[in-house]
Structure formats: C-alpha cells, structure tokens
C-alpha cells in the first residue's frame, strides 16, 4: 500500500463517542510525510479513569471545537485506507459518524491483527511491545498524533514481513550464543542471570517462546541475589534451552 493514513483516538469516557483527542500520520512511498493532533470537546464530558490514561482533562478541552465542528478541517484524511491498531478506533469512528450524522464510508486496516499474524511468536501485540520489538525510537504512549505515528511505522514494518521475521531468527542465534556464553565455565552467577534478564526484556519475541526461562530466572532475581539453588535451577533451564534451540535447528 503506497499511501495510507494511520490514526488514533483518545476518549474522554467509556463511551466510543467521547473522542478527545484525534492523531493521524499520513504516509506515501513508504515514509510519514505529515502527522497531526487535535484536542476535542468529548460527547458526554471527561471521566477521571480515562484522564489517568491520557492525562486530558476538562481544562484541555473546554474551549476545543466537538467533533462535528472539527471535522470540515479531517474530512481529507478519510478519503484514505485507515489504519489503526485495534478495532477501537474504527469503533470510535462509527461512533462519531453516527452521533454527528457524517456518513462516513472509509477502508480501516486493523495493524494489531497483522501483527498477530505475521508475529505470533510475541508474548503479545501492544504498540509499545512492537515499538520495541522493532526497536524504533521511544514514543509517549496516549499520546494520539505520537500513537498515529507509532502505528504507521508498524504498519511499514510488517508490510515487508512474509510472515517469519528475519529479525527473530538473527535474535534466536544470539540467544544461542549468550547461553553458550553463560554455561561455558558450567556455573552461572548474578551479573549473567541479571544480563540475560536485561537482554530478554529487549528482546519480547525471544522472551515469548521461552517464557519459562524468562519467568524463572526474573523470580530469582527479584531479591537481588541469586543463591546457589537459584544458579543450579537457572543452569538446567539453560541447558533445557539450549537443546530445544539446537533440535529447532538455531
């Protein structure tokens, strides 16, 4: 797809048509070519939950336009494939079309779904975890142009995937290579339990098929100290790891 516009909304309540914030990321030929945000007067005002979210208040939104009047400024991005990352923002849509009688007809891409798809190896599909697992550069999540943002360069991404990651494959081999690493002199100790924790937790996909691991050896930890039961539990698990990872053919 050369050209689509991704989008996110922030709501003001439970309700899927209390929209107070709006954020959108225009992409052509493979590159975000322009991005906005607007604050919105919600239908139905703000709940203090949703606030804590997002941190937009009353104060924020008090003299911003509703939805209907903000829309002859919009109306553009519409005539573009949509694509958000979850059915909550085309839920949010429908809402709005509805409430302020728009009639809007739009093509909507739901990313998260594709991203199940094509990385099912991920503990899960949350645009932080894949923000990070694509290791792009940090965002303020709820935050609706930075979260439009965010979704469109996911979205890039996983357009070039077949549906096994390159990526995953090069982080097995090197999951490979640290337990090797670890196990070479048969003991393990904090500072490689503690690494492999750090290496794991910037790695979800990895993390995910060895949840196991992963598990056990963030349990040990958590007091600071890995005693020698821990290092004995900790070395049999990596050694289980690593025979599964050599039968897998890594």
């Known amino acids: 797809m050369r050209e689509f516009i991704s989008i996110d909304f922030e709501t003001g309540n439970p309700k899927r048509v209390s929209a107070c914030a709006i954020g959108y990321a225009k992409v052509s030929d493979g590159e975000v070519i322009e991005s906005n945000g607007h604050l919105i007067k919600p239908v139905g005002g703000h709940a203090s939950f949703q606030s804590k979210i997002h941190g937009i208040k ?99 991404k996983l357009q070039g995937l077949s549906g096994d990651s390159t990526t995953i494959s090069d982080d097995m081999h090197e999951f490979k290579g640290m337990i090797n690493g670890i196990l070479a002199d048969d003991e393990v100790n904090y500072r490689e339990a503690y690494e492999l924790v750090y290496w794991l937790d910037d790695h979800p996909a990895v993390a995910g098929q060895n949840q196991k691991l992963y598990s056990k050896v963030m349990t040990a930890l958590e007091d600071n100290d890995l005693d020698s039961f821990e290092a004995k539990e900790t070395k049999l698990l990596l050694a289980e790891t690593l025979n599964k990872l050599s039968i897998a053919g890594v």
């Open 58 to 156: 009353e104060e924020h939104t008090i003299n911003q336009p509703d939805f209907g009047k903000l829309f002859p400024e919009l109306q553009h991005i519409f005539s573009y494939p949509l694509v958000a990352h979850s059915l909550f923002d085309k839920q949010v849509l429908n809402a709005l079309s509805d409430h302020f009688d728009l009639d809007l007809n739009f093509e909507y891409i739901d990313s998260c779904e594709i991203a199940k798809e094509k990385l099912p190896e991920l503990k899960n599909h949350k645009l932080k975890t894949l923000v990070k697992y694509f290791q792009f550069p940090k965002f303020k999540h709820h935050d609706a142009k930075e979260d439009a943002i965010a979704c469109a360069n996911i979205f890039l």
